[in-house]
């Protein structure tokens, strides 16, 4: 390869984001986390009750994995070198040798089987990206967006991550960016994106965008009389570990959109609107927190728990929204 | 109208010493990183790590009392569900379900046991021998 790659690790708030943040600007085309972010509108919420993990139901606040690489592709009218592998062996093959060519590239992997990652930590979540910058040994060397400093993983350890099985499994995916982005037109990509984000969050699918905030916050009301005080402990804090530690933190996928807002008013967009949105979106993520606040203190004190009082934080978020959303849905 | 947003300093004994970072304003109002410590999110993974501890110490009664296999048992150690189980031993659930029974466990094949201990980096003696 001709161009040098200019690398440097940086945390990030999101793994796919943050991932498609530092390749893309690898690669020579700058972009941040926040602008990855929105203008793949990764925003969403989604509560499926019919589809159960350990039990309880999928909750996400962003959207599928994949969806941020798979979705930058389009909007930046790049080429992206997607692989994936049956064979390990040969999915180690050409990784090693693609660090070999100096290339830097994203894998998705499973948190569980990151030996670098804090035990309590490590569970079952396959679609963890981080990029791989180079080879020391036989260790590889990695750029993972949750951690402060780079770090290394044995190649054992990243080929079980990389080939766990389950929901979402990797499957040795492997990516990077064949040609980058030109003259794009990022008035109207942005305004594209936006829309569309606002569309899917005020979808009549019941279970998705505004509308499934609400619903989740029904079923949250009905666990007053559930007897199950397990159960009940486990589903609450399941709801903020889906919220807060998939990926970021604090309602931060709120805020994460909310800084993405106000950095596109650099691009010539109603800067009156995003402002209005921004403000609004982040008083959700806030209510977000204090939602998941008293999640955590009713799971405590589960004799004093007031299961209207939670769902009225997450209805409160929703209102921000949806109010957020109608306005940027006419940009 | 400025809405401010807070950023937590509180211990997370689950991160191991990490900090995570999250957006947030800087004084001029723009956006920023910022390393955050939440307690919140600590109590969160702590239940849903104890629930596997719970879960554990529950399936070692049933291994007792000749109800539960070992399987079942190691499933709950690699904080496995019965789906992310039967995907990594690559068998429909309802087999995987009946390999949870002591009872259908003492039946099977060495073969067939392998696979498992192969999933959980286990020997298949102590799997076999597990109680």
């Known amino acids: ?331 | 109208m400025k809405e401010i947003i807070e950023i937590p300093h509180e211990p997370n004994a689950t991160l191991d010493g990490i900090q995570k970072v999250m957006y947030a304003k800087n004084e001029q109002g723009e956006f920023e990183r910022y390393n955050y410590g939440s307690s919140v999110e600590e109590f969160a993974t702590q239940v849903a790590v104890e629930e596997y501890e719970t879960l554990k110490q529950e399936c070692l009664v049933r291994i007792k009392q000749g109800l539960s296999s070992p399987i079942e048992y190691f499933m709950y150690e690699n904080r496995m569900d019965l789906p992310t189980l039967a995907s990594a031993v690559g068998m429909f659930q309802w087999r995987v379900k009946r390999h949870l029974k002591m009872s259908v466990f003492q039946t099977m094949s060495d073969a067939l046991l392998l696979r498992y201990a192969d999933v959980f980096s286990l020997d298949l003696f102590y799997l076999k021998d597990f109680r």
């Open chain 1, 1 to 331: 390869m001709s161009q040098e790659l200019s690398f440097t690790h940086s945390q990030f708030a999101h793994c796919e984001s943050g991932v498609t943040s530092t390749l893309f600007s690898a690669y020579g085309f700058k972009i941040s986390e926040p602008m990855a972010f929105g203008i793949t509108s990764a925003l969403t919420f989604v509560y499926l009750p019919f589809v159960k993990v350990n039990n309880l139901p999928l909750i996400a606040y962003r959207s599928l994995p994949k969806s941020i690489i798979n979705t930058i592709s389009k909007v930046l009218h790049v080429t992206m070198e997607k692989r994936s592998y049956k064979d390990e062996h040969q999915a180690n093959e050409e990784l090693k040798s693609l660090t070999k060519e100096g290339k830097l590239v994203g894998l998705q992997t499973s948190v569980y089987y990151l030996p670098y990652f804090p035990k309590d930590m490590r569970f079952h979540f396959n679609a963890h990206n981080l990029l791989v910058y180079g080879m020391e040994g036989e260790e590889y060397l990695i750029s993972d967006p949750v951690f402060e400093e780079a770090v290394k993983c044995s190649q054992d350890g990243l080929t079980k991550a990389r080939f766990a099985k389950g929901v979402f499994a990797p499957k040795g995916f492997l990516y990077y960016p064949k040609t980058m982005p030109q003259s794009v037109d990022m008035h109207s990509a942005l305004k594209k994106a936006i829309v569309k984000n606002a569309k899917s969050m005020l979808t009549p699918f019941p279970f998705a965008g505004v509308k499934g905030m609400r619903r989740l916050a029904k079923k949250i009301e009905s666990l007053q009389t559930e007897t199950n005080t397990r159960y009940v402990k486990n589903y609450l804090t399941h709801i903020v570990r889906m919220q807060e530690e998939i990926g970021t933190g604090g309602g931060g996928f709120r805020f994460l959109y909310a800084a993405f807002l106000e950095e596109a008013k650099t691009y010539g967009l109603n800067a009156e609107v995003l402002t209005e949105a921004s403000e609004l979106i982040v008083k959700s993520g806030n209510t977000l927190r204090e939602f998941a606040l008293y999640c955590v203190e009713g799971s405590r004190k589960i004799e004093k728990l007031d299961t209207q009082k939670i769902a009225a934080k997450l209805v409160e978020a929703s209102e921000y929204e949806e109010k957020a959303f109608r306005v940027l849905k006419n940009l």
